[in-house]
C-alpha cells in the first residue's frame, strides 16, 4: 500500500495501451484543467457533450467554460438521468443528436456523467462515422473507479444488461473528486462498493485499509483520493493485460453475475442502482464460495459485514419490494442464462479463494446454484 494521497495533489494513472494508451487525472479541483487537456491532446477538435438532467445542473457550465476558456467549441446533448437513458431509444437520440451537431471523425464526445452517461456516450462515439474519439469525465464514485477506465461501452437490452456495446477505449479520463460533493448518499454508497471489489478480488491488503478507513472515504478525506487512485491502477493493470476480456479481465466482474441478474428482476430502476447490485452480488459470490468449500464462512462474512458497515445491501430482502414480487431460483438463473460469461450455455462465476484472491469458476453446477439461490430467497 501506497501513502495516502494528500487532497491537494492530483495524480495521473496511465493506462498503457499503445496506440490507445491515455491518463486518468485524479485530483480535487481537475476539471477546471480539461479544456487544456483536450486541446492539448486534439488541436482544434470540437466537442459535444453528453451528460444527463442533474449532472447538467451542477456541472455543465463549469465544463463548458473550461473548454471554451482553451478555444474548444462546444455543443450540448442531455439526456434523461438514470438507466432509461442506457436504451436503444437514448442510444439513436445521442447518435441524431451529434449528427445534427455535425461532429465530424476529428471531434470530440465528451461524457460528463455517471456510468449511465458514460457507457451511453461512449457506445455512441463508438459507432458515430465508425468512431470518433471520446474523453470521460466521471461524476460519480462509481464511475471514476470503474465504468469511466477500460474502453466497456454499451446499453441494455430487454433480457439483460450491457449486452449491446463495444470496446472502446477514451483518450483521456478527468476524475475530479470535487464533484462527488454533490452525490446523494445512497449514490455515493453505490460507488463504494465497486472500490471494495478491487480489495476483494485482488487486494487483501487493500480491503483491510478499506476497513479501517471507509468512514474517512464517505466523509470526503484524504483517504477518498487514495481509495479511487489505488481502484484506477487496480482496474489500469489488468485492463493492460487483458484489453478485451480473454481472461483475466473477466475477474473484475465479482458480484456482477448475481448483482446484474437482481438489476433486470428489478427493472433497471431505481430500487436497486448498479453498485448496490455489485455489493449484493459480491456478498452471494462470497457465500456461494463458501458453499462450495473454496472459502470458510469467516471469509463471507468479512465481505458482508464490511459492505454493511457503509450501509450497503447485502442480501435479496434488502431490495425494496423483492420479498412481495415472488422472484424465483428459476428465474434468476434464466436471467443468469444471459450473462455476458455464459460459455456454450454453461454459466461461469467470479469466486473467491480468500478475500483478497477471485478466480474464475467455470462450468457451475446449476443445481448446486438453485439451491443457494433458495435458501438466499428463503432468507437463510
Excluded at 485524479?26 to 486534439?42: F, M, T
Excluded at 477500460?150 to 456495446?165: C, D, F
Excluded at 468449500?293 to 442480501?315: E, F, Q, W
Excluded at 422472484?327 to 444471459?338: K, R, T, V
Aim: aromatic share 6%; net charge negative; charged share 20%.
Amino acid at each position: 500500500m501506497t501513502a495516502p494521497l494528500k487532497n491537494s495533489d492530483p495524480v495521473v494513472v496511465d493506462v498503457a495501451l499503445g496506440e490507445r494508451a491515455y491518463d486518468i487525472v485524479i485530483g480535487r479541483g481537475v476539471l477546471q484543467s480539461l479544456g487544456r487537456r483536450v486541446a492539448g491532446l486534439r488541436p482544434g477538435a470540437r466537442a459535444a457533450i453528453v451528460t444527463d438532467e442533474y449532472v447538467a445542473t451542477h456541472w455543465l457550465r463549469q465544463t463548458e467554460a473550461s473548454l471554451l476558456d482553451a478555444g474548444v467549441a462546444t455543443s450540448r446533448i442531455i439526456v434523461d438521468e438514470g438507466e432509461v437513458s442506457k436504451s436503444y431509444e437514448g442510444m439513436e437520440y445521442v447518435c441524431e443528436e451529434l449528427i445534427a451537431a455535425r461532429i465530424e471523425r476529428g471531434d470530440l464526445v465528451i461524457a460528463l456523467g455517471g456510468g449511465v452517461v458514460g457507457d451511453l456516450a461512449g457506445f455512441a462515439a463508438a459507432v458515430l462515422r465508425r468512431g470518433v474519439d471520446f474523453v470521460q469525465v466521471p461524476t460519480s464514485l462509481l464511475a471514476q473507479v470503474d465504468s469511466s477506465v477500460g474502453g466497456k461501452t454499451g446499453i441494455n437490452s430487454p433480457h439483460g444488461k450491457n449486452l449491446v456495446g463495444a470496446f472502446h477505449q477514451p483518450i483521456l479520463v478527468v476524475a475530479d473528486t470535487a464533484v462527488l460533493d454533490t452525490l446523494s448518499p445512497r449514490q455515493f454508497r453505490a460507488g463504494y462498493a465497486e472500490v471494495a471489489k478491487y480489495g476483494a478480488l485482488g487486494d487483501e491488503a487493500f480491503f483491510t485499509w478499506l476497513e479501517a478507513n471507509h468512514a474517512d472515504i464517505v466523509a470526503g478525506g484524504s483517504a477518498r483520493e487514495h481509495a479511487i487512485a489505488t481502484s484506477c491502477r487496480a482496474k489500469a493493470a489488468i485492463v493492460m493485460r487483458d484489453e478485451r476480456e480473454n481472461g483475466e479481465r473477466a475477474l473484475l466482474n465479482l458480484g456482477h453475475t448475481f448483482g446484474h441478474a437482481l438489476e433486470a428482476a428489478t427493472g433497471f430502476s431505481e430500487r436497486l442502482f448498479h453498485g448496490e447490485g455489485v455489493a449484493i452480488g459480491m456478498v452471494l459470490a462470497a457465500e456461494f464460495s463458501a458453499r462450495l468449500g473454496m472459502i470458510p464462512a469467516s471469509d463471507a462474512l468479512r465481505v458482508k459485514h464490511h459492505l454493511a458497515a457503509v450501509g450497503l445491501p447485502t442480501c435479496l430482502q434488502d431490495i425494496a419490494g423483492f420479498t412481495q414480487e415472488k422472484i424465483s431460483a428459476d428465474a434468476l438463473m434464466a436471467l443468469m442464462a444471459q450473462d455476458k460469461k455464459v460459455k456454450r450455455g454453461r454459466l461461469t462465476f467470479i469466486l473467491l479463494e480468500a478475500v483478497g484472491r477471485a478466480v474464475i469458476a467455470p462450468d457451475v453446477d446449476p443445481s448446486l446454484l438453485h439451491e443457494f439461490l433458495e435458501r438466499k430467497l428463503a432468507g437463510k
